[in-house]
């Protein structure tokens, strides 16, 4: 079980990075985003949103990274105790309309 939670770290990690990397660019990769026309997008604050959604996927991976060196150290349950507190922590921030942008908008 570790080296799933292991992959799953790795890949947030990457995500996070490159959300570091490109900065306000890397804001096309968000869901929901990409589909605002590009003639609003101006009125976003895309660099706040990049650092947020970077923080966001790194602290995704420290969940599934601690998972892992749980289950090297304890036990394959810890596993199942990452992919928990990854799962509420993810439905707690998952938003189904684009209300999640407001606190983006530039006046």
Do not use: H
């Not at 990769?29 to 997008?41: D, F, M, V």
């Not at 976003?44 to 947020?52: P, R, T």
């Not at 199942?80 to 530039?106: E, G, M, P, Q, R």
């Amino acid at each position: 079980m570790y080296l799933n939670s292991l992959i799953m770290s790795f890949i947030f990690f990457i995500v996070a990075f490159i959300f570091f990397i490109f900065k306000n660019k890397a804001c096309i990769l968000i869901s929901g985003y990409n589909c605002i026309p590009k003639t609003q997008r101006k009125n976003y604050d895309e660099l706040k949103l990049s650092k947020d959604f970077k923080t966001t996927f790194f602290k995704y991976g420290l969940i599934f990274l601690l998972g892992s060196i749980g289950c090297i150290l304890i036990s394959d349950w810890c596993f199942w105790i990452a992919f928990t507190i990854w799962l509420i922590y993810f439905l707690k921030n998952v938003s189904f309309d684009n209300k999640i942008f407001d606190k983006y908008k530039i006046n």
